[in-house]
């Protein structure tokens, strides 16, 4: 399947807009029907961005949101003399309701998206406490998009903070290659630590270059009606071997409540590697694959519009992918989680 970039918290393209602005279907336009040019009053913003919220997202019943008692509540609020700040305000807390790190608001000079997925969780990564553990060489690629260095005794370590970027494998090629220059690499420690996510494309770029064969590891039902248990057929996402440089030693990956979006598909890439041990903190639980909405005013509203389960039909959506070894660690103080995985490399055979 052709799929799209996956963000966190970044924009998409505009897609079908003012079908559901005007409150009419593809179909409907097919039948020659064309939609006016919407209002952009702020009781038709209000109930626009509520529509579109109706009609796309996938997770009401796991939420437990009945979106028709919440539009109930909060679209009686907004008037036609509703100020735009009060508008925001009013949206944002209208969508808090279903608490998903994907849905979000953005008008000139204000944005909203929940963040109450990572934000009440102990961060668990610090640049400077993971500092301290580093050897040389120290390098990085396309201006940060990867990063490594060499840790003690034969061990490998190598950073992605995004995968929002492109370029994302040809870093950890550029990383493979340094690290393996100065002499054998007997494990390596990857950390998408804090990385909110960006394009599934990319984290399966960097998967394969860790993987040995290609398997299944996510499973997807697009949104595809109006009713909120309208869903399309399920589709599966596969990642394969890939890419200049390849390592298939010992591998663990670090992880913590930031890990998010795409860096979730790269954690459930690299479990279809059964000798990958995961360290850390449980992931975000964000799944939804957002499409952004352009509403009657310019705002942008963004919601997720699939349900994305584990290669095993595991629903994670607001749960999140547990470690296999969980640790925590003071980003002031000592790396526990890195010091845990350098450890359990070290150990194993």
């Not at 009686?76 to 969508?95: G, H, I, K, N, Q």
């Amino acid at each position: 399947m052709k799929r799209r970039a996956r963000i966190g918290p970044w924009r998409r393209a505009v897609a079908w807009t003012g079908l559901a602005l005007a409150g009419l279907s593809p179909a409907a336009c097919a039948d020659g029907l064309l939609p006016s040019d919407p209002s952009d009053d702020p009781v038709t913003v209000a109930r626009a961005a509520w529509q579109e919220v109706d009609q796309y997202y996938p997770w009401f019943a796991l939420k437990g949101v009945d979106w028709d008692a919440v539009g109930g509540e909060f679209l009686p609020r907004v008037t036609s003399t509703t100020v735009d700040t009060e508008l925001f305000a009013t949206l944002a807390e209208m969508l808090g309701r279903l608490r998903d790190g994907h849905l979000s608001l953005e008008s000139p000079g204000h944005r909203y998206a929940w963040d109450g997925w990572h934000a009440d969780y102990p961060p668990n990564y610090g640049v400077l406490a993971a500092a301290r553990y580093l050897q040389p060489p120290i390098g990085a690629a396309g201006g940060g998009v990867v990063s490594w260095a060499r840790l003690r005794e034969g061990m490998g370590y190598v950073r992605i903070p995004s995968f929002g970027n492109e370029g994302v494998g040809d870093g950890v090629d550029a990383a493979l290659t340094a690290l393996a220059a100065v002499g054998p690499v007997d494990g390596i420690v990857i950390d998408v630590r804090s990385n909110g996510g960006g394009s599934d494309t990319q984290a399966e770029e960097a998967a394969g270059r860790f993987i040995e064969n290609a398997a299944v590891y996510r499973r997807i039902r697009y949104k595809g009606g109006p009713g909120h248990e309208d869903f399309g057929p399920e589709l599966t996402s596969t990642v394969s071997p890939q890419g200049a440089q390849r390592f298939t030693g010992r591998v663990a990956v670090l992880q913590n409540r930031g890990t998010f979006s795409a860096a979730e598909d790269f954690i459930l890439a690299m479990r279809t590697r059964p000798d990958v041990t995961f360290i850390g903190d449980t992931t975000g639980g964000g799944s939804g694959n957002p499409i952004a909405r352009e509403l009657p005013n310019g705002w942008i509203l963004s919601v997720p519009r699939w349900r994305q389960l584990t290669a095993d039909g595991e629903v994670y959506e607001g749960i999140g992918l547990a470690p296999d070894l969980l640790a925590s660690t003071d980003p002031a103080g000592s790396d526990f989680i890195l010091e845990r995985a350098i450890q359990l490399l070290i150990r194993t055979p």
